[in-house]
């Protein structure tokens, strides 16, 4: 079975750098925030996880950082890189806890969600 992909290419027009591969993220567990019809989420925003973001995660809901070995899922340590729901990025922007983002691993398709002024301020790779 064939996986159907949107096009790879980053917020920035160019194409879609790795993310991380220790851990392997991306909803298609390739190392990219590749997307497609499949990613109801849109795991597409490169993201470096903080202490304090991940508490954040974690209280809203989502629990990054406790490993779920079942599922392959080593938990994500401050420091490492992560895919992350675009929506949730937005959330923990507007309540001034974003971590910070890679704009060349970032979808083209987070810009559907998140204003690309948005994700510049928090930009790590910006030159």
Request: glycine share 8%.
């Amino acid at each position: 079975m064939e996986i159907e992909m949107d096009p790879p290419l980053n917020v920035l027009g160019g194409e879609l750098q790795p993310c991380s591969h220790d851990p392997v993220t991306g909803f298609y567990r390739d190392g990219c925030c590749n997307t497609g019809p499949d990613d109801v989420g849109s795991h597409t925003v490169c993201i470096e996880a903080s202490q304090d973001f991940l508490q954040y995660s974690r209280f809203r809901g989502n629990d990054l950082s406790t490993p779920m070995l079942d599922y392959g899922f080593p938990g994500v340590k401050p420091g490492e890189r992560w895919c992350l729901c675009a929506a949730r990025w937005l959330e923990a922007f507007e309540q001034g806890m974003a971590p910070k983002v890679f704009l060349q691993s970032t979808h083209q398709r987070a810009l559907d969600i998140v204003p690309l002024e948005k994700l510049k301020q928090y930009a790590l790779d910006l030159n």
